[in-house]
């Protein structure tokens, strides 16, 4: 049975082009240009997947996530949830709606891996444990199914921890378009163990 794992990256928001931290408080959601962005992925999934529908949709709980996970729900017609462990970082509360200098003042040394890079904030290691363990609830939850997995740059990163088994640490960065398709596939159980293989089948495409 194949799983599919639709990964979709929010469109356009107004924290990315404002400049500051869209925590839970803060977000102030998609710009115009994300609501079409959404759209757009949208019309291009409803095209692509006539014959193999997904049979739900996840999102963080972000409203530039919940926002483009609304449109392509609809779009599809099936139901849509939100799950936290999807989010890009949880920021402390003082954080949240910051710019990125001013958060920078919070700085602490020695952040890392396992160590956060502000004070109070999460670290990357916590980022991706929760990320993962995520992925792999939702694809055991409906494998043998597709399912779209709208979240941020910091989720489709961690699909390459949880389903390409990546270290923590990679020797590569990634840039993620907005409201672009990242697709992970596999025939295997998703939490078998050994591991199963999974199969990147696209990054990084987007409807234009």
Same mark, same amino acid.
Request: proline share 5%.
């Given at each position: 049975? $194949?799983?599919?794992?639709?990964? +979709?990256?929010?469109?356009?928001? +107004?924290? =990315?082009? /404002?400049?500051?931290?869209?925590?839970?408080?803060?977000?102030?959601?998609?710009?115009?240009?994300?609501? @079409?962005?959404?759209?757009?992925?949208?019309?291009?999934?409803? #095209?692509?997947? !006539?014959?193999?529908?997904?049979?739900?949709?996840?999102?963080? =709980? *972000?409203?530039? %996530? =919940?926002? =483009?996970?609304?449109?392509?729900?609809?779009? *599809?017609? +099936?139901?849509?949830?939100?799950?936290?462990?999807?989010?890009?970082?949880?920021?402390?509360?003082?954080?949240?709606? *910051?710019?990125?200098?001013?958060?920078? /003042?919070?700085?602490?040394?020695?952040?890392?891996?396992?160590?956060?890079?502000?004070?109070d904030n999460e670290t990357w290691a916590e980022l991706v444990?929760?990320?993962?363990?995520?992925?792999?609830?939702?694809? @055991?939850?409906? !494998? #043998?199914?597709?399912?779209?997995?709208?979240?941020?740059?910091?989720?489709?990163?961690?699909?390459?921890?949880?389903?390409?088994? *990546?270290? $923590?640490?990679?020797?590569?960065?990634?840039?993620? %378009?907005? %409201?672009?398709?990242?697709?992970?596939?596999? &025939?295997?159980?998703?939490?078998?163990?050994?591991?199963?293989?999974?199969? $990147?089948?696209?990054? &990084?495409?987007?409807? %234009?």
């Amino acid at each position: 049975m $194949l799983t599919r794992l639709l990964f +979709v990256r929010h469109g356009e928001s +107004v924290h =990315t082009v /404002e400049g500051f931290i869209g925590g839970p408080r803060a977000c102030r959601g998609l710009t115009d240009r994300g609501h @079409e962005q959404a759209g757009a992925i949208a019309r291009s999934l409803v #095209g692509e997947l !006539q014959t193999t529908r997904p049979v739900a949709v996840y999102s963080s =709980t *972000l409203r530039r %996530a =919940t926002e =483009t996970a609304t449109t392509i729900a609809a779009a *599809l017609d +099936v139901p849509s949830d939100q799950d936290c462990r999807l989010c890009t970082w949880h920021v402390p509360d003082y954080a949240d709606g *910051l710019t990125h200098a001013e958060l920078r /003042e919070h700085s602490i040394t020695g952040g890392g891996v396992f160590r956060p890079f502000e004070r109070d904030n999460e670290t990357w290691a916590e980022l991706v444990t929760r990320g993962c363990r995520a992925v792999l609830d939702i694809a @055991e939850r409906h !494998q #043998g199914s597709t399912v779209i997995l709208v979240g941020h740059s910091e989720t489709v990163e961690v699909s390459f921890h949880a389903l390409g088994l *990546l270290p $923590l640490y990679r020797s590569f960065d990634l840039t993620v %378009a907005p %409201a672009s398709v990242t697709e992970w596939q596999t &025939n295997e159980t998703p939490t078998a163990w050994p591991p199963p293989r999974w199969t $990147l089948t696209r990054f &990084n495409q987007t409807a %234009a």
